[in-house]
């Protein structure tokens, strides 16, 4: 069955370092979405991407945050100088046609830790 | 705004309990809603959805009910297995901020002991 993967499964960066995520969506998905879960608090979503450009973000993507989908495959979500606050799991997810009610399917998520 | 609110965790169960997860949701519009799951060290799973009031989703032998009146859509298992220990997120989408984004509660453990 085919599955979203992300890279890495961990990071650890030093405050004010730049870090990329990467994830791979599942390759005839059209939108692409990126999440956040703080530790002990809710999933809240960050960015929806569709057709080469962001299509929703909430508050909490300011502009140290930057997504991109370099090639056919890759979509990336770059912390241009990362910040305490910014340790969290990140979640990839992607669906086929973004439709009400469409299911989301989700990465196994990269753990980052800002130091 | 939109938010869904879930019982707190964790939830501790012999196998072959009854499971009942408590979601509530608030939101405009008519939204679609989810219950995914997190085993442990894997991402996040879809385990049912409901789209419409009324609406039962169910999988796996895990049911809810799309409860408009009551603005729910609790999360049922007649009897738990070891395996079912996770955490549980209810979310919805489909409100008036977000045609296809999930709002998520903030998740429930489960701990199904033998």
């Known amino acids: 069955e085919p599955e979203v993967t992300q890279t890495p499964s961990h990071q650890v960066t030093q405050m004010g370092q730049e870090v990329i995520l990467r994830c791979v969506p599942i390759s005839n998905h059209l939108y692409f979405y990126w999440y956040r879960q703080i530790l002990g608090q809710k999933v809240e979503f960050l960015v929806s991407?569709?057709?080469?450009?962001?299509?929703?973000k909430s508050e909490i993507f300011d502009d140290q945050f930057s997504v991109e989908r370099p090639d056919g495959s890759n979509f990336t979500l770059k912390i241009r100088s990362t910040k305490l606050e910014d340790s969290a799991m990140y979640f990839c997810?992607?669906?086929?046609?973004?439709?009400?009610?469409?299911?989301?399917?989700f990465g196994p998520g990269t753990r980052l830790l800002v130091l | 705004g939109n938010s869904v609110t879930q019982m707190e965790g964790p939830v501790t169960l012999s196998e072959e309990a009854f499971l009942t997860i408590n979601c509530t949701y608030t939101a405009t519009g008519y939204p679609s809603l989810f219950w995914y799951v997190q085993y442990p060290g894997e991402g996040l799973q879809l385990l049912l959805k409901a789209t419409k009031a009324d609406d039962k989703g169910s999988n796996k032998g895990f049911e809810a009910t799309y409860r408009k009146e009551t603005t729910s859509f609790h999360l049922e298992k007649g009897s738990v297995q070891v395996s079912d220990s996770a955490v549980y997120f209810c979310a919805l989408s489909g409100a008036s901020s977000g045609y296809s984004t999930l709002t998520f509660g903030k998740g429930t453990m489960l701990l199904v002991s033998p």
């Open positions: 997810a992607s669906t086929k046609e973004g439709g009400l009610g469409e299911t989301q399917y």
């Open positions: 991407f569709y057709n080469n450009e962001i299509s929703e």
